[in-house]
């Protein structure tokens, strides 16, 4: 018999008010006892359709199972299965597009909460966990570049697997976009950290301030440092621009460069030594999860906010739990909106975005109906910060500097499903191929790149 | 100037190039151009100006002392190959990086003319180093303190007008570039400009070091930091280097009250 109520427990979080003025985590997490009333939601469908929502089949219904027993650690056990990064992943995922999207309990009110359930699940699992066993060395080397979500998660297997990883990071933090770019209110930076010191004691080394591709070539840590297969988790961090005029001025920023203020170099703190825009009024163009990071990290640094977004609500690419909290907080939106042009004042600050409303037209290639200009609707959205977030592409340095490694127009780098690359021994996987896509992605790109490169090696040795 | 041990750094760096650093743990992430290298030693070698707290906190390091983070070399290296008779310009502080591009340029055997300019004669730097490699050397100072009075637009025409170079390198204040630039127009000359924009993680992804070059936005970190000094917008450069003053005045002062405390 399942638990009939139509809605999810609601998630205990901090009060909008209060937590607009600080960047603590927002949801508090379920308690064991309102986990094991969500998990009996569950119907434990036989088809399983939530499992085919999931970009790397965690065994759903089962781990859920697990939870309404109140064995959590084989809940734990069962993600684990699938996911490296379930604590993570269970904050991240835009589960509303994947698995909860599929859930049939959400024909008839809302799905399960298979989210908020994984990370519980990951949650207990950390809050009890012992030391990490140290696998036994096979006694091959592999380097990993990059220590965001696809890198930490192939050099994780790896490890299990014998390999003797070493992981380069260009920055002086680990983590890739789960430290500099997503902010401290939505994923604790701790639980980061907990997953970066779980490979190191597993045996994995982390070399940090390591920019490969100037420090070493991607032939150099094959030739001269002695690595058997590299796998370049780059990621894509190369922000885009609109184009249009005013770009330049003094107080506008990619939200790559905000949130990295924000979030690595810890600008938010009275003692970092970073500098930030305090600003008085902030307008963020764009409207996926980046775009709600930065105007929630704008508002707790004490600003008014809006985000100007051209196409409409239902059209909105960011997660809807971001979209409800960043209004909760006070974060104004202005859709169907867009910037034409940023204007500045004589000292060259930025003072205002000309924008211009618009209405939907007919569907375009994506399905997706195409925004058109109303006549004479034109206004200025008075700002003095204008963060940039259209979307990334991927890092160009590795590509630029590796000869032969092949690349598609926008600079992904080309790799079949296990990762292969055009480059004997060299991998590649998460949003350095696909272009900036989600976590999980990443995640299960990694994954399935420490299989490939396992499958190189041994097959080199027979 | 301030010479650090990294010996991989020394094995790759090539002039043009910079490196990142932060002091200690709480600090800022800061760019400075390669002034040297010794390989044999492993050492690396950045030359900064007190601007901000962060060289304020660097300026108090002493021998022997250790710097949170160090990574490069970071940028592309300037471009000199074919170069067979050069200019290099150098302004102020920019000197100890003009000096490094002077050298590769004397090292692959081309003839180097240099001119250097600073404020006054308390200034400058590196004369000696720069004359032992340049067919001729001219010194300017502002107020006519050493050499020749004015800025080294002067003495850089002369040598235009006297005959044919295949490059002229321009490593200084976005100012001095700027006229450097205005100056060679005429005469269709090369002329390459070596930008240091506010940076944060000098690999292409903030975005904080764009530059508007041919009308277009390109990256100092991952395009330059040298470009076309005839296709720089300076004006622009100018204004978003002075983004933070403020903050950079604060910490200064901030950083400067630290170091009497400590000090009394």
Redesign the interface.
Known sequence: MYNRRETKYPMPVQDPLVRNHNFKEVALGYDAETAVCEAERCLSCKNRPCVKGCPVSVAIPEFIAKIAEGDFEAAYRIISESSSLPAVCGRVCPQERQCEGNCIRGIKGEPVAIGRLERFAADMHYAGAGAIERPISNGHRVAVVGSGPAGLACAGDLAKMGYDVTVFE???AAGGVLS?GIPEFRLPKEIVKREVENLIAMGVKLC????IG???SVEELRTELGFEAVFLGTGA???R?L?IRG?????V??A??YL??ANL??AYEE?????IYHAKRVAVLGGGNVAMDAARTAKRLGAEVTIVYRRGMEELPARKEEILHAREEGVELRLLTNPVELLGDA??NVCAVECVEMELGAPDESGRRRPVKKVGSEFRLEADCVILALGTSP???LQ?TTAGLETKPHGEISADGDGKTSLEGVFAGGDAVTGSATVILAMGAGRRAARAIDAYISSAHR | MIELEAPRIAQKALAGQFIILRVDERGERIPLTVAGTDVERGTVAVIFQVVGGTTAKLNAKREGEFLADFVGPLGNPTEVEGVKRAIVVGGGVGCAIALPVAKRLYALGAEVHTVVGFRSRELVILEEEFRALSSTLTLTTDDGSAGEKGNVCGPLKRLLDGGEYDAVYAIGPLLMMKYVAATTRPYGVKTIASMNPIMIDGTGMCGCCRVTVDGVTRFACVDGPDFDAQKVDFDEAILRNRSYLPAEQRAREKSCRLFRKEES
């Open positions: 260009a920055l002086h500099y940090t301030d390591s920019v100037r420090l070493y961090g190369l922000p621009f184009g770009e330049n001025l003094k107080g920023f990619s790559n460069e990295t203020r170099m810890r003692d970092s030594e970073t500098p000292e060259g890092n160009p340095l630029r």
